[in-house]
C-alpha cells in the first residue's frame, strides 16, 4: 500500500476532459504502461497540453484504460484538457515526500497500537506478542527456558509479608503461616530458595522442631530431616528474632501457584511443646512493642 511509480510511463487521452472530470480515458492499450494499483495505492501523474500547460493528478486506482483521479495537486490548477493531450508519470515533489514517509510505507497502523511489524517473505504486516505464551510455553518448558538463561539466572522474585499477631497453642505440631506464590518454569528448567526473617515473644521448649516446606512436596512437614533444615531460632529470652534459608528442588513442585508452610513438629511426638509463644508479636505482649512481622523472599533460579 502507497505511492507506485513507472518508468517512463506515458499515454494521450482518448477523449477531453474538462476542470472537474475525475476520470481520464487513455487511448487504447496505454494504461498498462502505468503501475497496477490496490486498495490505498495511487500515483502522481501529469496533464500537458499542446501550450505547455501543467496539472498535476493523483491516480487513486486505474481500471485497464480509465485512470480515476483527485485534480489540481500540488499548487497546480484543474483545467479542461484536449484528444490527444498528453498525460505521463513524472516524478513530483509530493511523490518524493510520500515515498520516503514512513508512515505511508507501513501497513495501515489504524487499531494496531502496540504490535511488531513482520513479514511473510512477501508483504509486511502488524503481529502481536503473545505474553501469555511466552511465560507459560517458551519460559517453562521450551527452548527460550533452557538456551536463553544461563544456570544460576535469577528469574523471578516474589516477596511476601504478614503483620498478624500470631499467638501459638502448646501440642505436638502447628501451622504458624502459610504463603501463596507462583512457580514459572518447570522442575527440569528451575529450582527455588527461600529466605524469611520473623520475631517471637515468650520463651517455651527448649528445642522444638521448626519446619519450612513447600505443601505440593511435603504436606505434614515430616517426611525428612530436611523439612527442618535451613532454620534458625532462640527461645533464650523474651522476645527474639527467627530467620530460615532454604532451596527446594523436587519434581512434585510444579507450575503455577503453590504453597510455602512455616509450622512446628515435636520431632519425638510429646504433647505441649511449642516455639516461642507469640510470633508477630505488638503492644499486646509489651506496652513498648510496636507491631512486627514475618517477611519472606521466594526466589526461583534457573538450572
Known amino acids: ?21 475525475t476520470s481520464i480515458t487513455l487511448t487504447t492499450g496505454q494504461g498498462a504502461r502505468f503501475p497496477s494499483l490496490s486498495a490505498g495505492d495511487y500515483f502522481f501523474a501529469t496533464l500537458i497540453d499542446t501550450s505547455n500547460n501543467l496539472e498535476i ?9 480509465v485512470l480515476t483521479v483527485v485534480r489540481g495537486q500540488e499548487s497546480t490548477t484543474a483545467r479542461a484538457f484536449s484528444t490527444g493531450d498528453r498525460i505521463e508519470l513524472r ?49 517453562t518448558s521450551g527452548t527460550l527456558a533452557t538456551s536463553r538463561m544461563a544456570a544460576g539466572t535469577l528469574i523471578k522474585r516474589s516477596i ?73 531460632y532462640s527461645d533464650n529470652g523474651e522476645q527474639n528474632v527467627g530467620s530460615l534459608c532454604k532451596s527446594f528442588d523436587s519434581s512434585n513442585i510444579s507450575t503455577g501457584s503453590n504453597v510455602l508452610r512455616i509450622g512446628w513438629r515435636n520431632r519425638t511426638g510429646a504433647g505441649g ?10 503492644s499486646n505482649d509489651d506496652n513498648r512493642q510496636h507491631t512486627t512481622g514475618i517477611y519472606v523472599i521466594i526466589d526461583e533460579i534457573a538450572k
Not at 493528478?57 to 484504460?65: G, H, L
Not at 502481536?128 to 510455553?137: G, K, R
Not at 529466605?195 to 515430616?222: E, H, K, M, P
Not at 511443646?273 to 505488638?282: E, H, Y
Open 273 to 282: 511443646d511449642k516455639p516461642g509463644s507469640v510470633w508477630n508479636p505488638d
Open 160 to 232: 511476601h509479608t504478614n503483620f498478624t499477631r500470631q499467638v501459638l497453642s502448646t501440642g505436638s505440631s502447628g501451622v504458624i503461616f502459610n504463603f501463596t506464590f507462583t512457580k514459572d518454569k518447570a522442575f527440569a528448567n528451575s529450582f527455588l530458595t527461600a529466605q524469611a526473617r520473623w520475631t517471637q515473644y515468650g520463651a517455651y521448649s527448649d528445642f522444638c522442631g521448626l519446619y519450612c516446606v513447600i505443601v505440593a512436596d511435603d504436606n505434614s512437614g515430616t517426611n525428612d530431616s530436611s523439612a527442618f533444615a535451613g532454620i534458625g
Open 1 to 21: 500500500m502507497g505511492i507506485k511509480f513507472a518508468n517512463s510511463a506515458f499515454a494521450t487521452l482518448a477523449s477531453g476532459i474538462n476542470s472537474s472530470a
Open 57 to 65: 493528478v493523483k491516480c487513486t486506482a486505474r481500471s485497464t484504460d
Open 91 to 139: 516524478v513530483t515533489a509530493q511523490g518524493i515526500v510520500d515515498s520516503s514517509n514512513i508512515d505511508l510505507i507501513l501497513p495501515s497502523q489504524t487499531s494496531n497500537s502496540g504490535k511488531y511489524l513482520t513479514t511473510n517473505g512477501t508483504a509486511s504486516s502488524w503481529g502481536t506478542v503473545d505474553l501469555t505464551n511466552l511465560s507459560a510455553t517458551n519460559l
